[in-house]
């Protein structure tokens, strides 16, 4: 009852018209920002966080946070319209959102995410409502260990990737552990293949490679048709801009699974969004019937990770609220906007600051209702975008991924080693190395490797540290198995319980 | 026409009357240097971070207390720990529309770095500003009821306890380097990102005490979670003034983390001596105390643009003996 009348305090405050109006506007910036590849959410509230000092700090943080989830819509759309992702936690949407634009299908690829996200989105506040304070504390339970146990497991999820060349599997990952590897080391204060440049100190940032490894690859791609048409070879009707019910009936499961995955994933300071992407469309697949048709424009492969991403963009803020620590780069922006209006987000900021929070809290609920009626109605203009003939369309992917690797550091360097980014994609492409593998090497890389380092550290070098605590046990366990899938599979397999009806592959 | 001798002094007396106005007027204008365009404060760390708040707020109180004619714009150039963003001011000779914030980070990177980073000697030093204080903290519950108490557990059983602190070669782990030094210990110093990911590996448990700044540990203090146990400060600090300094508890040592401003090499004096001044009046102003002192929890300390070079040059010795000590400069 008395979570009742927290909400209903809340929807009391962001139900003003000046709240309102400050929800939409975040929701609208979250969302241009969004298709931004090189502008973050990060950078954005950063950015405005200096024109808030005279706005009441709820209506404030009511603006933040329509920036942070509406970034989550907005990523999507670059992803599936032109395959450049908007933002790095919508990598996993190119995959199959942008063979399903190439099928026609752009309408009901976006459609699905914004559902998919919105009713993720609701799921994850309500359970922010309901258990903000335990999540936090449950969320402090991982330390160094357990992050490493996370990152195995991630990587063991990577042996679904069974029907292709395994070799080529382990190759792709180890370009991007490599890649992880360059620049100045947290655990030795070492710069590592930096080469003396100092652009490279800091590593190469993630948006500056997807938008080469993506986006500039497919225009070299397809540079070698002769298509003078556009993306889209028939005409666009009505009926494919939504979705069908036989898609709501593939996506509904996804839609939760990736939901749920997103919401823990996110409560994890230094999970992240991203993260959350990718381990949704890893489980997805692995749940799958029908592994191998991931990656052809599957209604699925965009449902989980857009789910996923919402869902931790919006359960990140439980260790921000309940603890005053920031679970992510822009809630650490936030914790220093919270600081500038003077007020000091902590373990006693649910019983110093009610309004606040319960006014944030109840404004999710708007701000994604806004977003997904947003996306909605914007689906048919940009859909409409695939018809530009394919020769335009390519200079401004190229234009799209440059301004996005410029604008992280503002610096030229940055959009060179995209170009090389682009042709190492390209070569890929054409060598038929799968790019997923690269791709969350990368990003779980530096996790891997520091938890690793950190938590040999902790224990002064005794690898039991991995399996004596019950979070990094499971998660060890769960890796273990992943990695003996292959070998089980064979063994079945030579043992004929393949043939006997027993669906291998799906193991 | 035949220029006549009263023409002829007339003419000189108005030539010297001309070059005494514009010797007057040069003066005049120095002693005024005024900025006559906008200023572009270089930050060359994120949106978001510690240097950028700081540049915000001193854009903020500037504009609010009128002490500049006319308006900064703020760029960030992060990148390479600071030293791309610091090298892009430092190749700007003369550049009088340019400042940049200014930590020791950016003394103690170009050290580990090496070739190729500006230092502060590529730099005109402005004015110092605030600094941070480094404290260790623990849990409430820790049995560590005081910084004696750590110390003997890690004289009992050396390289045992834990300290987290922010990346190998930073701040804390030099400041952490002091402290071993100090007290004749050795601990286990467990490098992480941020101070962000210090404190929750702190709530967790998963470290036994963590260097951290007042801004990232007050608000886990007032809620009873967290306490610190020593300052690495020449004295106590008056918002916590229940925290005895390491100095007092018998290490002897202190560190600063400091907050100050610099401008493009081969500007001249005039220049300096404006935006000193300036700095100054701001440093001076209610709206600094209560605005960015206070509420980031910062202590002042304002130094002119000669002592800020003589205390970046004391800093820089020290920050280059620890460096040498724990491996990081051959």
């Known amino acids: 009852m008395e979570l009742w009348n927290n909400l209903m305090m809340g929807f009391a405050i962001s139900l003003t018209w000046e709240n309102l109006l400050y929800c939409l506007a975040g929701c609208f910036v979250g969302q241009m920002v969004g298709v931004l590849p090189g502008i973050g959410a990060p950078t954005a509230v950063a950015l405005l966080l200096p024109l808030t000092f005279s706005v009441n700090p709820t209506s404030a943080i009511i603006l933040f946070a329509g920036i942070y989830y509406g970034v989550a819509y907005g990523g999507t759309i670059t992803s599936v319209l032109i395959n450049v992702p908007g933002e790095s936690s919508s990598v996993m949407t190119c995959l199959d959102g942008y063979q399903m634009a190439k099928q026609g299908r752009a309408g009901a690829a976006l459609s699905v995410a914004a559902i998919g996200s919105w009713i993720a989105g609701t799921i994850s506040v309500v359970l922010l409502m309901a258990f903000a304070p335990a999540l936090a504390k449950f969320a402090l339970r991982f330390g160094p260990p357990e992050y490493f146990g996370l990152a195995m497991m991630a990587f063991g999820l990577l042996t679904v990737f069974g029907g292709g060349d395994p070799f080529k599997i382990i190759i792709s990952t180890l370009v991007g552990l490599f890649l992880a590897i360059v620049g100045l080391d947290v655990v030795s204060g070492v710069p590592r293949f930096s080469f003396g440049i100092p652009q490279l100190l800091g590593g190469i940032d993630f948006i500056v490679i997807i938008c080469g490894i993506f986006g500039l690859a497919e225009v070299f791609n397809s540079l070698e048709q002769e298509e003078e048409t556009g993306l889209l070879k028939q005409k666009i009707r009505l009926k494919d801009m939504f979705l069908t019910w036989e898609d709501w009936v593939r996506s509904r499961w996804a839609i939760l699974r990736g939901g749920v995955i997103g919401f823990f994933i996110g409560l994890i300071p230094a999970g992240g969004i991203t993260t959350a992407s990718f381990l949704a469309y890893l489980a997805e697949k692995r749940v799958s019937k029908h592994p191998e048709k991931f990656g052809t424009g599957l209604i699925e492969g965009i449902a989980s990770p857009e789910s996923a991403n919402n869902a931790a963009s919006i359960s990140g803020f439980a260790p921000l609220l309940a603890l005053g620590v920031p679970g992510s780069p822009t809630t650490a922006i936030m914790l220093a906007g919270f600081m500038m209006w003077g007020i000091r987000p902590g373990p006693l900021l649910f019983q110093n600051n009610a309004d606040l929070v319960w006014g944030l809290i109840s404004s999710k609920f708007i701000g994604n209702l806004l977003l997904v009626l947003m996306n909605i109605f914007l689906i048919p203009l940009f859909v409409s975008m695939l018809r530009v003939p394919y020769t335009i369309l390519m200079g401004f992917i190229v234009i799209f991924a440059s301004i996005g690797a410029f604008t992280v550091n503002n610096n030229l360097f940055d959009v060179w080693m995209m170009l090389g980014f682009g042709i190492l994609g390209y070569i890929m492409n054409k060598l038929q190395y799968p790019i997923v593998p690269l791709v969350l090497a990368l990003v779980l890389g530096r996790l891997a490797e520091n938890s690793l380092r950190q938590s040999l550290m902790l224990s002064g070098g005794d690898f039991s540290i991995f399996f004596t605590r019950p979070i990094t046990f499971v998660f060890m366990t769960a890796a273990i198995l992943a990695y003996l899938t292959p070998v089980i599979r064979w063994g079945l397999k030579k043992t004929g319980y393949g043939g006997k009806g027993l669906n291998v592959e799906s193991l | ?330």
């Open chain 2, 1 to 330: 026409m035949k220029e006549s001798p009263f023409q002829v002094k007339a003419f000189r007396i108005v030539m010297l009357a001309t070059l005494a106005l514009f010797v007057c007027g040069a003066a005049l204008q120095a002693a005024e240097w005024k900025p006559t365009k906008p200023i572009n404060v270089v930050v060359p760390y994120a949106p978001g971070g510690g240097s950028d708040v700081y540049a915000r707020a001193i854009d903020g109180i500037v504009k609010s207390e009128k002490l500049c004619p006319q308006r900064f714009i703020i760029e960030n150039k992060p990148g390479g720990s600071g030293t791309i963003g610091t090298t892009s001011v430092a190749q700007s000779p003369g550049n009088e529309h340019m400042l940049l914030t200014f930590i020791s980070g950016q003394v103690s990177g170009p050290l580990a770095v090496g070739k190729g980073a500006a230092t502060y000697r590529d730099l005109t030093m402005v004015a110092n500003l605030a600094k941070d204080e480094q404290f260790i903290v623990v849990k409430t519950d820790s049995p560590f009821k005081t910084i004696q108490d750590l110390v003997a557990a890690a004289k009992k059983t050396p390289g045992t306890v834990t300290i987290g602190g922010t990346a190998t070669g930073q701040e804390d782990h030099m400041c952490n380097r002091l402290f071993e030094r100090a007290a004749d210990i050795k601990v286990r110093y467990i490098p992480f990102n941020s101070g962000g990911e210090c404190i929750t590996a702190l709530l967790g448990g998963h470290v036994a005490a963590i260097w951290a700044n007042p801004g990232e540990f007050v608000p886990q203090y007032d809620a009873k979670m967290v306490r610190p146990i020593a300052v690495a400060n020449d004295k106590r600090v008056a918002l916590l003034n229940a925290v005895p300094t390491f100095m007092e508890s018998g290490y002897k040592f202190e560190f600063d983390f400091f907050r100050g401003i610099a401008a493009p090499p081969k500007i001249s004096p005039d220049v300096v001596a404006y935006y000193e001044t300036m700095m100054k009046r701001m440093t001076d102003s209610a709206a600094w105390k209560d605005n960015y002192l206070k509420k980031y929890m910062l202590s002042p300390l304002y130094l002119n643009s000669k002592d800020m070079g003589a205390f970046v040059a004391k800093n820089e010795k020290i920050f280059a003996d620890i460096l040498k000590d724990v491996g990081l400069i051959k």
